[in-house]
């Protein structure tokens, strides 16, 4: 007997330990004072309730008005007790603390099998040290080149659009169906890459090119139509993933393999091209990220320890792929959605961006890069082209939430009152605790569109908002115009500036061109890592946004 019972202990230890863990410690968890939905079986969990954009907003509302803006939410398990904060003071304290609230370890796994370590996935001191690096590249002054490759990207779209459309006087109609998300895509992705690192994808009119293909096998092949069965397996059991692989986890493997070879190389050359200039005494005047973020990796004020390797370098051209031009393309897609839906509005912007066209030119590729330049500056200073740009991204924000996970326990300040679990309001209490190891859900969407800030209208496009903003909307103004969507803090979006000189030369360039409508097809939000659009009961074909369009003819 004695025998059965050593042999046997281990195992009655371990299921002991698990046991606790699962059943008798989150029964403890201080977190479950705060109120929340119910759960109505024990693997239940509310994970779809806030994740998916299609009902997100009225989520939001019923768990304000029910449970106050500090609510505990199920994850995975009844182990997984989770805090999806509503409250901006709250929100504020926790993007500002990255030491206490990092990205969890499962998330920061996930981008790192697919871009690398960069400064998506880093914490603590190797992300400050890639930051550090990189934010020169981000300078004004080196943005003035993007200008001129925006634009001429711009004119191709353009002109790969009119190709697509019907010959004048044909009787056919005027209109094509093309989907402006594929195509935005590709534009972006040539933009990111000439302004990236001085490589030409060309992927408007070919998309043959390897580099292309694999980044775009990997964004949308793995991340839009990879199984959650799959991702859940290659963060907990990555052995077991890619001992049997499959289509998805042998896509990432040549996506990596080709990623690594051409983007490495070209790493290489422009470091041979900087020591060649060193030599010479004539320096090279690279203007794209990746010279400048070689020559701010080596600058002389620069401390040793402060410099980042090469495989850093890459990973973080991989996230400057990933964030500039998927974010990009999606605003821009959305914003011509929303265009399309509200011709009224197009009408307005189209004539505020005809009343900066450059006089005697009668096509824009005619334009010097003075010209390109002093166009640039005009569409700065447009108010509806401005206000257009800020209601899209405040709507449909790209990004729709993260995560972060508390490495300690933390007391938690709050703007409104804390309310019980019981329903009742303790109207004193203005804080709350948050043990070590809870995920935080900070939903990006949920601030861009409380009504409480923004009016009842907040989930309405409405952009002449901007001209008149709540005094809640002024209180946060967060890292860009009081809305999220380039975050907030010291993981802050680095490529703001980057964005929005993007975005706004190709809206000029497409809206003096075209005019936008809609199809018949029903267009849905899905949140794949950053809120994507589909057709309706079509989302195995992949993300699309189709529209009609049609060349614009001045009256």
């Excluded at 139509?225 to 859940?232: D, E, I, K, V, Y």
């Excluded at 500039?324 to 912007?349: C, K, N, V, Y």
Aim: proline share 6%; glycine share 6%; with cysteine.
């Amino acid at each position: 007997m004695s025998l059965i019972l050593y042999v046997l202990s281990p195992f009655l230890a371990v299921f002991l330990y698990i046991f606790y863990q699962l059943v008798v410690a989150p029964r403890f968890n201080v977190l479950r004072k705060l109120p929340g939905p119910p759960v109505p079986t024990w693997f239940g969990n509310h994970l779809q309730h806030v994740l998916n954009p299609t009902v997100t907003p009225k989520v939001y509302d019923i768990f304000v008005k029910r449970y106050g803006r500090s609510v505990r939410i199920r994850g995975l398990g009844p182990w997984d007790e989770r805090l999806l904060t509503l409250d901006p003071v709250s929100l504020t304290h926790i993007v500002k603390n990255t030491a206490v609230y990092e990205k969890p370890w499962q998330s920061r796994a996930l981008i790192t099998s697919l871009i690398g370590c960069g400064m998506l996935s880093a914490e603590g001191q190797v992300h400050k040290r890639q930051r550090r690096v990189a934010l020169p590249a981000f300078s004004g002054q080196n943005m003035r080149s993007l200008v001129d490759i925006a634009f001429k990207k711009g004119i191709e779209l353009r002109d790969a659009w009119v190709d697509l459309l019907p010959a004048a006087g044909s009787e056919t109609t005027s209109a094509a169906r093309i989907d402006v998300c594929q195509f935005l895509s590709r534009v972006t992705f040539d933009v990111v890459g000439l302004a990236g690192f001085d490589y030409s994808f060309n992927s408007i009119r070919d998309e043959t090119n390897e580099l292309f293909v694999a980044y775009r096998d990997m964004f949308e092949v793995a991340i839009s139509q990879g199984s959650a069965f799959r991702t859940l397996l290659s963060i907990y059991l990555p052995r077991i993933n890619r001992l049997f692989p499959d289509k998805t986890v042998r896509t990432l493997d040549r996506c990596r393999e080709v990623i690594h070879r051409v983007a490495g190389s070209l790493i290489q050359d422009k470091k041979q091209k900087i020591a060649e200039g060193e030599k010479s005494g004539d320096p090279y005047d690279g203007k794209d990220l990746l010279t400048l973020l070689l020559k701010s990796n080596t600058a002389t004020d620069l401390p040793p320890e402060h410099r980042i390797s090469d495989d850093d370098i890459l990973n973080n051209i991989n996230t400057f792929m990933f964030a500039g031009s998927d974010t990009s393309s999606l605003s821009m897609t959305w914003t011509l959605f929303l265009l399309a839906q509200h011709p009224e509005i197009q009408d307005r912007l189209r004539a505020e961006l005809l009343s900066v066209a450059p006089e005697g030119i009668r096509d824009l590729s005619e334009l010097t890069e003075d010209q390109v330049q002093s166009l640039h500056n005009a569409l700065s200073a447009l108010p509806l082209l401005h206000n257009v740009t800020r209601e899209s991204l405040r709507l449909i924000p790209p990004l729709h939430s993260t995560l972060r996970v508390a490495t300690q326990d933390d007391e938690v300040p709050t703007l409104y009152p804390v309310h019980n679990r019981d329903g009742t309001v303790n109207e004193g209490k203005h804080s709350f605790t948050v043990p070590r190891g809870t995920f935080v859900h900070l939903s990006v969407e949920a601030f861009n569109l409380d009504k409480a800030v923004w009016g009842e209208d907040a989930w309405e496009f409405n952009p002449d908002r901007w001209d008149n903003l709540p005094e809640a909307a002024q209180r946060y103004p967060w890292h860009f115009s009081s809305i999220l969507s380039f975050s907030a803090g010291p993981r802050a979006c680095p490529g703001l500036r980057f964005a929005l000189i993007e975005i706004k030369t190709i809206y000029y360039i497409l809206l003096t061109n075209f005019v936008f409508r809609q199809t018949e097809d029903e267009i849905t939000r899905h949140n794949v890592v950053l809120t994507r659009p589909y057709l309706r009961g079509k989302f195995k074909d992949g993300t699309q946004c189709p529209l009609l369009v049609s060349r614009f003819t001045p009256s």
